[in-house]
């Protein structure tokens, strides 16, 4: 049965899809009336429903049931990432990791970013496709850009594992060997032409441990989704 998303449900008893939505439902999949399909808000809240009238624009369904679907989850997962120049690298990124289990997702503004800004919208749009593909239930949240010295200054201090990832720093464990299950963690990923000494030591002086993920050299968006699988697989 196909899942769709409707983040504004509530307690509804009849729901509109969104024009995305709809199209898909009635265009894409070509759903027809009393059809059932499900529904999640994003939030851990699963629906059981009817379509009621399958319009391409606004296809309106009826709420059959509704019943609360928190992932089994033990571990909270945050990557603060510098997308790389190359955007679709970091749209790639942003799929693997919900598909696999990522909480948070924040873009970081790095000395050596190439890239400041994208279109929020259309990466929301990738993460709900993501997140409908997994069968999950729970929407990553996506941050707004943030340089790295706030970020690391307001980093949750109920982390109870905080990391960067980095070539350049001295002293790294390896993150396989000092990640512990059902933690709360943070992972710093930096840009293309990594993190420079002085970001480093920002991190090391919050409280980051510096991590290696293997003696290769990843790109960002390799690392992330590296770090997503790995800890993923640590909770399984």
Do not use: W
Not at 182 to 207: C, H, M, N, W, Y
């Amino acid at each position: 049965m196909h899942l769709f998303y409707a983040p504004d449900i509530g307690n509804s008893l009849f729901y509109e899809l969104s024009r995305d939505e709809s199209h898909h439902a009635i265009k894409v999949l070509r759903l027809h009336k009393n059809e059932m399909i499900r529904l999640t808000d994003g939030k851990g809240n699963r629906f059981l429903a009817t379509i009621l009238e399958p319009s391409p624009g606004k296809c309106y369904v009826a709420i059959k049931e509704m019943k609360n679907y928190v992932e089994k989850r033990i571990y909270h997962l945050h990557i603060a990432i510098a997308p790389p120049k190359n955007i679709n690298r970091f749209e790639i990124f942003l799929e693997k990791a919900t598909e696999t289990g990522i909480d948070e997702i924040t873009p970081l503004i790095c000395e050596r970013s190439e890239r400041k800004l994208f279109n929020h919208e259309r990466m929301e749009k990738i993460l709900i496709s993501a997140m409908k593909q997994a069968e999950r239930s729970i929407k990553p949240k996506l941050h707004k850009f943030i340089s790295l010295s706030e970020f690391v200054k307001i980093s949750s201090s109920s982390a109870t594992g905080k990391y960067i990832a980095s070539n350049a720093a001295e002293n790294k464990k390896s993150l396989f060997q000092c990640y512990a299950k059902e933690r709360k963690a943070v992972v710093l990923i930096g840009p293309e032409g990594d993190f420079t000494s002085t970001e480093i030591l920002q991190a090391l002086k919050a409280g980051f441990t510096p991590v290696s993920l293997g003696e290769y050299r990843l790109r960002t968006e390799t690392a992330g989704i590296v770090i997503t699988s790995f800890i993923a697989s640590q909770n399984y």
